[in-house]
């Protein structure tokens, strides 16, 4: 079964992108900051994780990192707001997946479905 | 300036609501939804200009329900935004809002088979956001927004009444942010006049600089000198109140404050020896001229104009044009009268060489009382002592 984790400090934006998937049947666990991020990672062993940039303490850019440098293989997906080029740059550096801008519109969230299950083929 | 603009348009458009009033109508209107009508959530989808969508900006309701704030946007393509601004929802539901249950009911419609496709998007939506209404916000024909309703807590449909409410509250939405977009452009208008202003100013100022062969720079450290010498004024607290008014207009009398020079001959102006009287008489006059050169623009420069005019009066009364005393002369003259003589002592004139820094301050301390306002007199030895000038 595949599964997502889901990480960003707004609990709303964790709770609606959790709703989103549970009613396409994708299980997910939620974590709201970046050490969180950590520890769920290798506990949950997700297949992809959906990781918000700006984030108090620990941002996403730190969880990247360390995510890849033990599991380079991982597939994680970057949430960002108005993130500035040298941002960006610096996951897509780091070994970021992709990118999904806030707000966002949903189809993009589908997109990430599609990344998902299409690994497990 | 920009203020006095400002305060034009807020007396002329007090029936208009102001742009940080906007938010908080716009609140006001989600939470009583939320606690009147009793329902699980509700969001207002703004257009935003710039992203060419409606972002979700405003929402309330039970936690794991509502809507992230900021977080989704529908674009202006989306199904939904179309049927909305084609008036649709008038053919197939007989009303503009779109409600869940007669959304289903016309998915099965025969008739309007030609609309299943974006029936089927718009159901999707609803179903993902646990939306059960949607309401368009429109000005005249333009789809400023979208109410979102979630279900009542008790279940249940919306009756006609509250309906009628939220088509109500909806328009009540449109109008606030078209007038919030109306402000706005003025705004962008009176700061596009304001740039205008002050960029004519500026070369004004320039012009006076390349007329005077021994001042040229001393306009821009005029200015230099005043504002450090109204921030440490602030800072000291010796002057009474320092608005952000007064120092754009000390800003713009520095500025202007030798533009009446442009009337005085040159042969005078850069006159290698000491003035005869009738010459200095004439110099003197670049206080009254520079006031008549500004006179089509006197609405813009109000208090400036103060500067302009009575920086060279003396503490003590024995100066021009008025030979106004002790605090009749307004503050902004005071400030650059010290700031004006002081760059005079330190740089080379015709008549005779630049003294020193220091020494042009001990001749400051020494005219502390007769020609210079004392306390801005003061406040200038301080900056001197503390190498801010």
Known sequence: ??????????????????????????????????SQALVMFANYKPDLVLLDIKMPGLDGLHVLETIKKETPEAKVMMLSGEENEETVNRAKQLGAIDFIHKPLELKELSKVITLLLGENN | MKLNYKKELENAAKSMILVHRLDTLIKLIVRVIINRLNVVHAGILLFDKAKQSYVLSFSRGKTGKRIPKGFMRIDKNHPLIRFLNNGDGKKAFGDHIIEYKLLNKAIKNKKLTYLKDVFMEIKLLMDDLEVVACVPSFFRSELLGVLLLGKKDKGGWFKREELDFFQALASDVAMAIHNAQLFEQLQDEAERRYKLFMGSILALAKEIDAKDHYTSGHTERVIDYSLAIVEKLKELDKAGPITDDFIEDLKIASLLHDVGKIGIPEKVLNKNGKLDEEEFTLIKQHTTIGVSILEPIKEFLKDALLGIKYHHERFDGTGYPEGLKGENIPLIASIIGVADSYDAMITDRPYRKALSKEQAINEIQRYCGSQFHPVVAEVMVALYKENKI
């Open chain 1, 1 to 34: 079964m595949s599964k997502i984790l889901i990480v960003d400090d707004e609990k709303d934006v964790c709770d609606f992108i959790q709703n989103y998937f549970r009613k396409r049947k994708i299980e997910s666990a939620i974590a709201n900051s970046g």
